[in-house]
């Protein structure tokens, strides 16, 4: 008997975790914070040792509480895709970071981070690791460079835990693996189960104009994105629109580029960053920054919710400049400062409170698979089970799948733990 216990991302988008007890083994699918909460809340805690830690990918929401083990003298080997240990070590330290900057302390600190890292075991797509008794193989999940769809093979049962996944490919990433084994348990994200995104050439469409008719205006076109994966993909899109003004990447976004360009190998064209990067300035000081507002051109910066970065000063100084414009490349969560702009026309941190006259708009760059796209993969894999979670509307979504004929739960916090 195999037993699924689900820790977080229960009806809920953060703090993602599920425990795979196999009766010989317990391993561990991701295991996130909820960062939009401060201090960040974690999964439930797991009492005892646990064997392997498979991690999706680097975000926060996924990765954020692995250190936890280390620091309880529990650590275990993780397996994750390439370029997801180096993002992990970016991120991490950068959560430490805030967390002083914010006056509350994490459950660990740098130096269970570095034994974390010590631990990693990058792995690459398709090829099986044993462990006790089972077999672990990681598919591309085409969301962020290194992500990946943990599936188990117990000898008894199979697992396939999604974490976030795209199918569509987009101009950074190559579309998620599906031609897969055949899974009896089936643990998806429902982030997007209740709609589909907008068409991404319209989009890519539409941040062109925007920056040209920004351009056109002698302003400043500020487009703010996450810092792994995302602003990446933005400077291809630019690229492919002949945009020959000059483009400045500010924020953490710098080192994660620089990461992932060292394992071309995850990108949908290898060769692609290196082409975009010579056209590319880094901002590297606070004084560059004040000299790159003072000429109309582009600058890419983080954070992508406007939570705070290089992007929280550009807004101060440009906010009531008519001729610039902000473009959020995508969703944005309530209580952040970029959904307060996008209700209130505001910009309002612990600093300022302003109203707000550059042009803003909201794109839909998501790394996530739609409604669609999310029934027609289950409809292929035809999973004995399927676990609803990381979504808003999980209940509403499982509900639909048993209407559909499937086996389907949304796992909530008094009915968390299944025998598969």
């Known amino acids: 008997m195999v037993q699924l216990s689900f820790l977080g991302a229960m009806s809920s988008v953060g703090s993602s975790g599920i425990l795979v007890d196999t009766g010989v083994e317990k391993i561990l699918l991701d295991y996130g914070t909820k960062i939009q909460d401060t201090p960040p809340k974690f999964p439930i805690s797991i009492e005892g040792r646990i064997d392997a830690l498979l991690l999706s990918h680097a975000h926060l929401d996924h990765s954020g509480g692995a250190s936890i083990f280390s620091a309880r003298g529990n650590g275990c080997t993780t ?7 180096e ?4 991120l991490w330290t950068d959560s430490i970071k805030i967390s002083k900057e914010e ?6 600190t740098k130096h269970d981070v570095e034994k974390t890292l010590a631990k990693f075991m990058p792995t690459k797509f398709r090829i099986p690791v044993k462990l006790h008794k089972s077999k672990v193989t990681l598919f591309d999940a085409g969301h962020i ?3 990946v769809m943990p599936f188990i093979d117990t000898g ?9 996944y795209k199918i569509g490919s987009t101009r950074l990433m190559k579309g998620a693996d599906t031609n897969l084994p055949k899974v009896d348990a089936l643990i998806t994200e429902s982030t997007y189960c209740d709609r589909e995104h907008a068409e ?6 539409e941040l062109a104009r925007i920056v040209r008719e920004t351009l056109s205006n002698d302003g400043v076109a500020l487009i703010s994105g996450f810092a792994v994966g995302r602003i990446d993909e933005l400077l291809l899109v630019l690229d492919s629109f002949g945009i020959d003004y000059p483009v400045y990447v500010d924020g953490m976004a710098k080192k994660a580029i620089t990461i992932i360009n060292e394992q071309k190998g995850v990108l949908r064209d290898p060769k692609s960053l290196d082409k975009v990067l010579q056209k590319v300035e880094y901002v590297t000081s606070h004084q560059m920054r004040k000299k790159v507002i003072k000429q109309p051109g582009v600058i890419l910066s983080t954070s992508g919710m406007l939570t705070g970065g290089p992007i929280a000063w550009y807004m101060g100084k440009l906010f009531d400049k008519q001729n610039c414009s902000l473009t959020l490349s995508g ?4 209580g952040t400062p970029g959904k307060t702009l996008l209700e209130t026309g505001r910009f309002i941190n612990e600093e300022i409170d302003v109203e707000v006259k550059m042009r803003v708009r909201r794109l839909d760059f998501s790394s996530h698979l739609g409604r669609k796209d999310l029934f027609d993969f289950i409809n292929k894999l035809n999973p004995e089970k399927v676990f609803c979670v990381h979504g808003e509307h999980t209940e509403e979504f499982a509900l639909e799948l048993k209407e559909k004929g499937y086996d389907a739960v949304a796992p909530v916090a008094n009915n968390r733990i299944f025998d598969i």
């Open 200 to 205: 991404r050439g319209s989009q890519e469409n």
């Open 145 to 147: 460079p290194g992500s």
């Open 103 to 108: 006056g509350y302390d994490l459950p660990f």
């Open 331 to 334: 969703f944005q969560v309530e």
């Open 87 to 90: 993002l992990c070590r970016l």
């Open 156 to 164: 008894n049962k199979t697992i396939l835990y999604t974490g976030d």
């Open 79 to 85: 397996y994750a895709g390439y370029t997801t240990r």
